[in-house]
């Protein structure tokens, strides 16, 4: 699919034509010129409510937060939106080591003279991109500080020694993160106060339906069924404790789908896609059993899949 194609597939999702008009005005007015390519999105995202309110607020000129947890597309979205506003994307992974010389620039040695090289932040504020803010709550709030002028009315940050970093008018932020994970932390209220904030919510029947015949057109019903069946199976597992989120991977069940229509069994591909990622013995037979309960090891590409 194509990006025109894709913008135009969420006219027939229910997208309001006035806002897919917003989104065209916008990349009119901002069309894009650099080096980095516009990618177009591997998958479209299901959900028209969510996509509408964000779609709004970027519109609108808000930072976006996206909070959920895992699997529930928050990075797909980033990647629908970016396209929809005809934008690049950059794309920074926080953890507890980046500072604020990783995000805006340091000083390094060009031709045996220092010079200033830019960091991801800086090198999309400048071209005016889409600047993803991966797992947020994973930095420290220190490092986060410097943001704080880029982020507000402001729209610009001083750096020392370097002329003052001005906003590109077209650049947008989106935050996401998951909450309540191991070396996550709580965002500070002068950070969130400069964001407007999605809980996304968990993918549901249709949602995942909607994926899988988008990503499979020839997944016999029956097939969607079940395999939608077992993967609300494995969340209501890991939001009752019973398995960690290890077997809870939506990437991991198209994988597995793609390894059976090649020609593995589906014992094969799921051990290799879902429950081979849970390393507690315990735990991966607890996953193995669910999905046994819904999908024969057995099947093969002509049980799964039509033609």
């Known amino acids: 699919m194509t990006a025109e194609e894709m913008r135009n597939f969420f006219g027939g999702q229910g997208l309001r034509p006035e806002l897919l008009a917003q989104a065209a005005a916008f990349r009119e007015a901002n069309p894009w010129q650099g ?17 509408t309110a964000a779609l709004t607020a970027l519109l609108a000129g ?7 947890p895992k699997a529930t597309g928050k990075n797909i979205l980033a990647e629908n939106l970016a396209l929809l ?34 960091g991801p932040v800086h090198e999309c504020v400048t071209a005016g991109g889409i600047c993803v803010l991966d797992e947020i709550n994973m930095a420290r709030n220190e490092a986060l500080a410097v943001l704080h002028s880029l982020l507000d009315h402001r729209r610009q940050l001083e750096v020392p020694g370097y002329d003052r970093l001005n906003l590109h008018p077209a650049t947008r932020f989106i935050a996401t993160m998951n909450y309540g994970y191991s070396g996550t932390r709580e965002l500070n209220e002068a950070l969130l106060s400069r964001f407007v904030v999605i ?27 079940t395999m939608v069946a077992l993967f609300l199976d494995l969340r209501q597992k890991y939001e009752a404790r019973e398995i960690s989120g290890r077997a809870l991977d939506l990437r991991g069940l198209l994988e597995s789908l793609r390894l059976i229509k090649l020609g593995l069994t589906a014992g094969q591909a799921f ?24 999908l024969p090891a057995d099947w093969g590409r002509e049980e799964i899949f039509a033609g």
């Open 271 to 294: 051990s290799m896609g879902l429950t081979g990622k849970c390393f507690d013995l315990q735990e991966r037979a607890l996953a193995e059993d669910i999905i046994a309960l819904r």
């Open 199 to 225: 809980h996304m919510p968990v993918p549901g029947e249709s949602e995942l339906t909607s994926l899988l015949k988008y990503e499979f057109p020839d997944l016999r019903e029956n097939a969607a069924r």
């Open 85 to 118: 506003l005809g934008r690049p994307l950059w794309n920074v992974s926080f953890h507890i080591d980046v500072d604020a010389s990783y995000l805006i620039g340091m000083d390094t040695f060009k031709g045996g003279e220092v010079c200033f090289r830019p």
């Open 62 to 68: 808000a930072n976006l937060l996206l909070a959920g």
């Open 35 to 51: 080096k980095r390519e516009v990618n177009t999105p591997r998958f479209p995202y299901f959900g028209t409510e969510i996509l």
